[in-house]
Each structure stands twice: as C-alpha cells, then as structure tokens.
C-alpha cells in the first residue's frame, strides 16, 4: 500500500489510471520516468501525462531532483510524483525541484509519521540573497 504525502498531509493515491514507460502510455494515464532517463530526449512522449512519476531506489540518490527540476524547465505543467525513498527531511528538496507529491510506502509513513512532512515555509536563499544586494 501507498501513502501519498502533499502540503496537506498524509492520503490515498487518487490518481488510478495507472502508469506506463515513455512512449507506451494511453491517454490519461501517467508515465514512470527512470532516474536517469534524458529528460531532453524523452520529453515530447511525456509532456502531456496527467502525472510523471519518478522513482527513489534510496534516500542518498537525488537524480530524480534534478530530472523533476528539468521536467519544469522544459514547460510539463502536469503532477509530478517522488515514488520510494523520499525521506520527511527531503520533502522541502523535492517541492522545491517540482516535485507536487511524494508516494511513500506504508512501513516509512509509520516511522515518519505525517508532522514530521510539514513543509517548512522559509525563503529561497537566492531570493533572500538577491533582496540584500
């Protein structure tokens, strides 16, 4: 089972039309992006899946923060989903790259129980930067 953590909290997956590699997805269907696909390369089978879903084989490995980052960058305005080892301390990193939501498993919601995925309101350190100069 799936936790899908948001700025609201913790909730069930609402997104039921399943999800398909590049390329192969029917329409309104989400797409798996691997976490060290060439975003560039793959965009146009991409860019119009209601939700990207990109995995996290573990906490140390930040390739799909940049993929997510890239995805933006290139204009997808779609749902973009974190899917494995995200941890709470991470959630902030992975909203900030593009990220909307964070599919976590069921044991990591019981040792990091929803207070703990609370986003953290503070400003971006460039904007703070650029306001001071």
Excluded at 95 to 106: L, P
Aim: proline share 7%; aromatic share 10%.
């Amino acid at each position: 089972m799936s936790v899908i953590v948001t700025d609201a909290g913790f909730g069930p997956d609402g997104f039921n039309a399943g999800f398909a590699a590049p390329g192969e997805q029917l329409p309104g269907q989400g797409v798996d992006v691997p976490n060290d696909a060439d975003v560039v390369a793959i965009f146009d089978t991409v860019k119009d899946a209601a939700v990207i879903r990109i995995p996290f084989p573990s906490s140390a490995d930040g390739r799909g923060f940049s993929i997510a980052s890239r995805l933006r960058d290139l204009g997808y305005k779609g749902t973009l989903r974190a899917q494995g080892h995200v941890i709470a301390e991470q959630y902030r990193k992975a909203r900030g790259s593009g990220f909307d939501e964070v599919e976590i498993d069921d044991t990591l919601a019981a040792r990091q129980p929803e207070p703990q995925w609370k986003p953290v309101q503070t400003q971006r350190y460039q904007s703070k930067f650029r306001r001071s100069a």
